[in-house]
């Protein structure tokens, strides 16, 4: 079982980078799919996730700048990401759970840095 990110980078701010989460070992589909980060000295923090049925929900502060979508048919989850702000610096997780809640898993990260 795997979760493997890619797509982080270093880029200026306004510009776009998109994530890629491909899961190994497991059907995605199954699985509700979360995109986390962790700033320099903060704490991990939710960024955006979508349900097994495709409801999507994102933090205040990347609300119309991200989104968050899957691709069962590639087992891989995305995060699009728009206007970059330096606020949006970090390391970014991949993290699935099943909808039993018995199975929790996550990637080792892929770091986005925003700056000028």
């Known amino acids: 079982v795997q979760l493997v990110e890619s797509g982080g980078g270093l880029v200026q701010p306004g510009e776009s980078l998109r994530l890629s989460c491909a899961a190994s070992g497991f059907a995605l589909s199954d699985y509700i799919m979360k995109w986390y980060r962790q700033a320099p000295g903060k704490e991990r923090e939710l960024v955006a996730g979508?349900?097994?049925?495709?409801?999507?929900n994102y933090v205040e502060s990347v609300k119309g700048r991200f989104t968050i979508s899957r691709d069962n048919a590639k087992n891989t989850v995305y995060l699009q990401m728009n206007s970059l702000k330096s606020e949006d610096t970090g390391v970014y997780y991949c993290?699935?759970?099943?909808?039993?809640?018995?199975?929790?898993?996550w990637g080792q990260g892929t770091q986005v840095t925003v700056s000028s």
């Open positions: 993290n699935a759970l099943s909808r039993t809640m018995l199975y929790k898993y």
């Open positions: 979508i349900s097994v049925g495709g409801i999507k």
